[in-house]
Each structure stands twice: as structure tokens, then as C-alpha cells.
């Protein structure tokens, strides 16, 4: 399974709305997919899981959505803490069992 | 619950890489654990995840050189990688989650390492 995020990097304003897609090579089970946030210097921050369940304090303005091959990640109202790394995951039975997307960066406008 | 990372920042081509995730604020026989690197700059990389029980799974990519074990007296898991080339130089992280290994909510701070001479 390859996980190919779009767009690479994405340039918005605090305020706004934030789209980021992962698409998969082939069609995967939601349960096992997920988004995750990175920042400088940080380690990643698991923000949803089983494609649309937030994790524990991770604010509502965060939402995740899809399935078969298509899944997002939406910011309804970008905050400035949340220009960083987004990373999707899938844990499946191919070789290798668990990868990443590349990731978006999400960038200030 | 707590991680945090230990081990060499350095190690020498061809040598091994041996690093331990201690874990406090719960026991290491309760979660199911995990290893995640990320070279500088780049995207990041399963390397391998143990359960609860001591079922281990590994990135084929690293199989024939990767070991991932628990020391429960100690309350730690630890990686080790063999034969080592600059290529493994990157930020290992340890995780872990409660319920699976399909994703991991606990994140240590990680930890360089460089491999170079």
C-alpha cells in the first residue's frame, strides 16, 4: 500500500478552511487509518484515528473523512498553532504492515 | 504515560544501534509498542512494532537486521539495528498506544542519531 498526500505543501491564512487528501494504491479499511501533526523539533501528534474518531484533546475544528481509497483531513478554522506537518498512516496485512504519506505542509499564507 | 528515549547519538558505520524507551505512568505490559524514525528532513518510517504480549513485527526493508524486544523489570523496550550505514542515520521515536499498533497516541521526544566515522 502507497499513501500519496495532497497537495505537498498548502498555503493558507488563519481563519480559513484546510483540505489535505491521502490517497491509497488500493482500497484499505478505514479502522486502521489515521492523521497525525508535526511540528518543528516535535514528535508527530496523533490527531485522528479510525479515519474520522478524534483522538483524546484534539480541538473539534479537526475532522477526518473517507473511505476505500480516499480519505481527508479538514481544519474548519485554521488556527495559528496549526500551520505545521500532516502526516496520514495505514496499519494493513500488506508488506510493510504499517506506512506513512509523505505529508502536506501546511503553511502560513 | 511517559516516554523517553535512550542510547548513543552517535554510532559507527557497520556497528549497531541499540536504543530504550522507558516508560512510566504505566506498565510496559499494558500497551502495545512501537518505533518510528525519521531521517533529517524527510517523512517518517515504521520500523517496527511489539505487543503487550511479545509479538514482535518488523519493516521488511529492516527485518534481517532489526531486533525490538521488552525488558519488563525494567519497565522498557528497546531497538537494536546491525550493521548500520549512514542511511540509518535519522530521529527514532518510540510510541505506543493502549489498543493498537495501527496508530500510536504516547510519543516520546526522539532522539538523533548520526552514523558516521
Known amino acids: 500500500i502507497v499513501l500519496t498526500q495532497s497537495p505537498g505543501t498548502l498555503s493558507l491564512s488563519p481563519g480559513e478552511r484546510a483540505t489535505l487528501s491521502c490517497r491509497a494504491s488500493q482500497n484499505i479499511r478505514s479502522n486502521f487509518f489515521s492523521w497525525y501533526q508535526q511540528k518543528p523539533g516535535q514528535a508527530p501528534r496523533l490527531l485522528i484515528y479510525a479515519a474520522s474518531s478524534r483522538a483524546v484533546g484534539i480541538p473539534d475544528r479537526f475532522s477526518g473523512s473517507g473511505s476505500g481509497t480516499d480519505f481527508t483531513l479538514t481544519v474548519s478554522r485554521l488556527e495559528p498553532e496549526d500551520f505545521a506537518v500532516y502526516y496520514c498512516?495505514?496499519?494493513?496485512?500488506?508488506?510493510?504492515?504499517?506506512?506513512f504519506g509523505q505529508g502536506t505542509k501546511l503553511e502560513i499564507k | 504515560v511517559q516516554l523517553q528515549e535512550s542510547g548513543p547519538g552517535l554510532v559507527w558505520p557497520s556497528e549497531t544501534l541499540s536504543l530504550t524507551c522507558t516508560v512510566s505512568?504505566?506498565?510496559?505490559?499494558?500497551?502495545?509498542w512501537t518505533w518510528i524514525r525519521q531521517p533529517p528532513g524527510k517523512g517518517l518510517e515504521w520500523i517496527g512494532s511489539i505487543y503487550y504480549g511479545g509479538t514482535t513485527q518488523y519493516n521488511p526493508s529492516l527485518k534481517s537486521r532489526l531486533i525490538i524486544s521488552m525488558d519488563t523489570s525494567k519497565n522498557q523496550f528497546s531497538l537494536q539495528l546491525e550493521s548500520v550505514t549512514a542511511a540509518d542515520t535519522a530521529v527514532y521515536f518510540c510510541?505506543?498506544?493502549?489498543?493498537?499498533?495501527?496508530?500510536?497516541?504516547?510519543w516520546g521526544q526522539g532522539t538523533l542519531v548520526t552514523v558516521s566515522s
Open positions: 505512568g504505566g506498565s510496559v505490559t499494558t500497551y502495545h
Open positions: 510510541a505506543g498506544d493502549k489498543f493498537t499498533t495501527a496508530w500510536s497516541f504516547y
Open positions: 498512516q495505514y496499519f494493513g496485512t500488506s508488506s510493510p504492515p504499517n506506512t
